[in-house]
């Protein structure tokens, strides 16, 4: 379980972003930041997830290395997304919620979490988090995870609508709570991250390092004339759900920026404009999705050097 103790003089936090399928791009950049630092969950002292990032979070936060995480995306973020209506795609999204993370609970974690999710009838996040240092208020009746198993979290993270059905969960007091996926209120969660670092936990700004990883970005791909799956996906707007996205991580990171100039950052997300590397969210074809894992892992070559000032 992860200790309410005073956190060590520098404290690292590790960001990931929503993005669907494109979680692979940041599951590369992750391969070869564990293989120079180490496992991850000692390294990174907070790690913060929305949608597909929640899913790498959370298991990274219960000890799992990169090279399993990746195996779970390889047999079950693949189902997840060649599914076609809603109904289905969340049957496949809460049976890899059952199967990876079986009974698993917020007391289970390793290191610090973030899971965010967005309270649909409320229009307000609603963050997942393990020790009551994070919290911003009512801390003496703080429950880790407000007593929500992590797979319930990570499902209710995850459930982009309309595309997905939309997650009800149950508190330990027995609220009942309609979430949506995390994406609608922070796809880029670096700046909640930094907000627990630095208010909540009250760190100094010079002791915080933060490791930001997007999902890159790419060219949309074209609707096919005799392709059911692409007519469906831009019949129902995927196209404006993705830009909707995109801008809110760009405006969260312009806004980290403003407001946490002075926190060091490593942020990778690098931007490919070539037609092959077209993609979206719900991509399942294996070949680009291996692209987009190797496109991760060379894009932290380029931050080589910064991150093992931060990590070593």
Request: aromatic share 10%; net charge positive; glycine share 8%.
């Amino acid at each position: 379980m992860v200790s309410d103790e005073t956190p060590p003089e520098l404290f690292r936090v590790l960001a990931l972003d929503g993005g669907g399928a494109k979680g692979f791009y940041t599951l590369g950049v992750l391969h070869e930041i564990e293989a120079m630092a180490g496992p991850l969950h000692e390294r990174f002292n907070l790690v913060y997830g929305t949608s597909t990032g929640a899913i790498i979070a959370a298991l990274i936060c219960l000890g799992y290395s990169v090279a399993d995480i990746r195996k779970l995306y390889q047999e079950h973020v693949v189902k997840v997304m060649a599914r076609l209506l809603p109904s289905s795609k969340s049957a496949a999204l809460a049976d890899l919620a059952r199967d990876v993370f079986k009974d698993a609970a917020f007391t289970d974690v390793k290191t610090g979490i973030g899971i965010v999710c967005t309270k649909w009838g409320q229009e307000r996040p609603m963050i997942f988090k393990a020790s009551k240092t994070q919290a911003f208020g009512s801390k003496s009746s703080f429950v880790p995870g407000f007593g929500v198993p992590i797979g319930e979290a990570v499902q209710a993270s995850c459930s982009a609508y309309p595309f997905f059905k939309k997650k009800t969960v149950v508190t330990s007091l027995g609220e009942s709570i309609e979430l949506g996926d995390g994406g609608f209120c922070a796809n880029n969660p670096a700046l909640y991250a930094l907000a627990d670092a630095t208010v909540s936990m009250k760190l100094a700004h010079e002791n915080v390092r933060l490791v930001s990883i997007g999902v890159g970005e790419y060219p949309s791909p074209k609707a096919g004339l005799f392709s059911l799956r692409r007519w469906f996906n831009y019949m129902f707007t995927v196209r404006l759900l993705q830009k909707t996205l995109e801008i809110n991580t760009q405006s969260m990171d312009q806004l980290r920026i403003v407001l946490f100039k002075d926190i060091k950052t490593v942020r990778i997300s690098q931007a490919y404009t070539q037609p092959e590397m077209a993609t979206d969210m719900f991509e399942h074809n294996t070949k680009k999705l291996d692209e987009l894992w190797q496109r991760g892992r060379r894009s932290f070559e380029g931050h080589e050097p910064a991150l093992k000032e931060y990590l070593l």
